[in-house]
């Protein structure tokens, strides 16, 4: 691709990324997966250009150029087939690695692959997949793509990339049942907060501040984030204002299932397994997630709007089964 087209694309990339609504006009009302990979290819370099300062001017846009007959008539034959391939590319990823069972790192995969499998033969997302499913952190992933596929990808790179993309979006793979609200999918909601380094800002549920473009909740935000979020609509929904929450027992009677809401008397988190809860906290000033032991967690509760399991509801009536007996 030519400096020029490469030049212009990069600012168009960093520009719509770093606005929701632009993005939401130009890439996905074409509905192209094409212009979609076409801005992610040169993420890396627009990133790390831009992240220190992103009041980018917009850029002189012919917005009769997007759409995707228009965009892909634009390349030579050589372009279209390589613009192509990345599109057979992508769609092999989102398949292989809903297949292992790690469909919410789909983005991750598809962002790593645009940005640095260039020079890579003999690609298979199937093996490419399972990388993800057998490592626990992306430290060790980046390791293992480097070893496997000769790459020497900087991880410290990785991460500034990839942090920015997933503030820059919600991920529709996070859900595993995007037509109900139920405590597995909030605990994914929670975790994709804190990968995406959400900060912590009042009255905030997940939107995108138009000041400095990075994603906020409050404590209780955090929550009615997910209540009010349509991942059908890509939007927030005024579903709900205020958090209506259960305290239903100690912290030591809790069940272990994700998506239960934790309580210390002023704030709530969200357990995520692994004896961890992520939480927004007004005091760090952002999304963070501990050990449920470090923090002053004294009781357990359910949240009117969320499902939960039969092991909760179990739960629930052996601890109101000990009231009635004492």
């Known amino acids: 691709m030519s400096a020029t087209v490469a030049a212009a694309v990069k600012k168009i990339a960093i520009y719509i990324l770093g606005d929701e609504n632009k993005r939401g006009k130009l890439f996905v009302a074409v509905g192209s997966i094409i212009a979609g990979f076409l801005g992610l ?100 992933l980046i390791a293992a793509i480097n070893s ?45 907060a804190y990968i995406s380094g959400w900060g912590y800002m009042n009255g905030f549920i997940g939107e995108r501040n138009e000041t400095d473009r990075i994603r906020y909740a409050d404590n209780a935000g955090l929550v009615l984030g997910y209540l009010n979020y349509s991942p059908t609509d890509k939007k927030f929904d005024p579903d709900y204002d205020t958090l209506v929450y259960t305290e239903q027992g100690g912290i030591d009677t809790m069940p272990e299932v994700v998506g239960i809401g934790l309580f210390d008397g002023s704030q709530h988190g969200i357990y995520v397994g692994n004896g961890e809860v992520i939480f927004s906290s007004a005091d760090c000033g952002y999304v963070t997630k501990e050990p449920v032991s470090n923090g002053s967690w004294t009781s357990w509760c359910t949240y009117m709007g969320i499902e939960y399991p039969q092991d909760v509801e179990d739960a629930i009536e052996s601890l109101s089964g000990e009231s009635s007996s004492e």
Not at 181 to 187: E, I, Q, R
């Open 41 to 140: 290819m040169f993420l890396p370099i627009a990133v790390i250009s831009g992240i220190g300062s992103m009041n980018i001017e917009p850029p002189d846009i012919d917005k009769s150029l997007f759409t995707e007959s228009a965009l892909f008539e634009s390349l030579d034959s050589e372009q279209q087939a390589e613009i192509t391939n990345i599109q057979n590319q992508g769609q092999a990823i989102e398949y292989a690695m809903a297949n292992a069972g790690v469909r919410d790192q789909t983005i991750k995969a598809q962002l790593i692959y645009m940005s640095y499998f260039d020079e890579v033969q003999n690609f298979y997302a199937e093996s490419y997949a399972d990388l993800f499913a057998n490592v626990s952190n992306d430290s060790d």
């Open 148 to 192: 496997t596929y000769g790459l020497e990808i900087d991880y410290d790179e990785f991460v500034r990339t990839y942090t920015f993309v997933m503030n820059s979006t919600l991920n529709s793979y996070m859900f595993n049942d995007a037509g109900s609200k139920n405590c597995s999918d909030l605990a994914a909601w929670a975790d994709n």
